[in-house]
């Protein structure tokens, strides 16, 4: 199983659709129950007490002393077995998840609330009873429960059913709708790594090497683009990769960066070894944060930009910094997009986000770090 290995104790704010819907909890049944909306609630509670009153007592007047108790006996019925019904049934969802145990669930849902149905019954038949027509409990029999609490089963099926199915649906539509942001993304992703630009570039720092009778650099140059195509090749299908791998790839780009930037570009790694073939990522996320660093901030020779990359065993996060020394960018350069989908491919993964730290001198891509358990 897949999880991400940041603490549980450390949240962190959503700040992308796909990351609000992945934390949405699929336990959550009973946001469907209307229990939580009093002013309505207790407003049908009333219409229906008075429904209920002129039913079952068709010959009483209204404001006479037989309607007003038919009404106050009515009322605390529909009252009592709402509340019975409502808050306990989301209290429940926070304990016992439907979505493993869908069977087991439904039966304790369904034994919780005929068991407080019964006590509500109970003590509004007793109060009544005792208090207004005083009787003595030992003349209290099984028969007044019989009525009420197959009302209750029926009104109780019915909203565990609606809710159950209505949850359902929500959960094959979020699932959808993370397949579907997760094949964007790849597929942006494929497109951003297979860039024409990169590949231009590469073959015009490929070709200086050569002019400057370099073999020795040129060779090693060749070697380590094809490496580079070929990670991508390698990883194209996978979800996540090793951390080492990615870092062996990494170091493959930096160093096609570098022949063509010289100094100016210089990262510094803080990457323990003995975590790296244990945590993973998702393919090429680390490159992406790179591209992004060289693609929107200038470079010199005399003022080179420098990126740390560094790896917290702890809070099991890998950062990606670098200074900030903004470029005017050509139109239609910068989409915006590799950000986005980096964070709907984690969303896919992991509940924990993807976080931006961005100050006046410095900007940062904070990664969770996930590993196989």
């Known amino acids: 199983m897949l999880e991400s290995a940041l603490p549980t104790n450390h949240p962190a704010p959503a700040t992308e659709d796909a990351l609000q819907v992945r934390k949405t909890s699929l336990t959550n049944l009973g946001r469907h129950y209307p229990h939580r909306k009093w002013a309505f609630m207790l407003g049908l509670m009333l219409i229906l007490s008075v429904v209920m009153s002129f039913v079952f007592c068709r010959k009483c007047s209204v404001g006479s002393e037989d309607f007003l108790v038919t009404f106050g006996y009515n009322f605390f019925y529909t009252t009592g077995l709402w509340l019975a019904n409502g808050f306990p049934s989301e209290w429940l969802n926070r304990r016992v998840d439907w979505t493993i145990q869908p069977i087991k669930r439904f039966l304790i849902t369904l034994s919780m609330s005929l068991v407080l149905s019964l006590i509500v019954i109970f003590i509004v038949t007793t109060s009544f009873n005792v ?167 200038a470079t010199s020779q005399r003022d080179p930009l420098r990126i740390r990359i560094e790896l917290d065993e702890t809070a099991r996060t890998l950062a990606v910094r670098n200074i900030r020394r903004p470029r005017r960018l050509p139109d239609g350069e910068s989409t915006g997009l590799g950000l986005k ?26 990664l969770p770090v996930l590993e196989l358990r």
């Open 131 to 297: 208090l207004y027509h005083h009787r003595p409990l030992s003349s209290i029999t099984w028969r007044p429960f019989v009525m009420p609490l197959l009302i209750t089963v029926v009104v109780s099926l019915f909203l565990h059913s609606r809710s159950f199915l209505l949850s359902w649906r929500d959960a094959t539509t979020q699932a959808e709708r993370l397949q579907k942001e997760n094949a964007l993304a790849q597929a942006d992703s494929l497109r951003r790594q297979l860039d024409p630009h990169f590949l231009f570039n590469s073959l015009n720092a490929l070709t200086s090497l050569v002019e400057e009778n370099d073999p020795a650099r040129a060779t090693r140059f060749i070697r380590q683009l094809s490496q580079v195509y070929r990670y991508v090749l390698d990883s194209q299908d996978q979800e996540v990769v090793p951390l080492a791998d990615e870092m062996r790839f990494v170091e493959a780009y930096l160093f096609l960066q570098r022949t063509r930037l010289g100094e100016g570009v210089q990262v510094e790694m803080r990457l323990p070894p003995a975590a790296l073939d244990t945590l993973f990522v998702p393919p090429l996320a680390v490159q992406l944060l790179l591209e992004n660093a060289l693609k929107h901030n």
């Open 341 to 366: 989908n980096l964070r709907a491919r984690y969303a896919f993964l992991t509940s924990q986000p993807v976080r931006v730290e961005e100050s006046d001198g410095e900007f940062g891509v904070v």
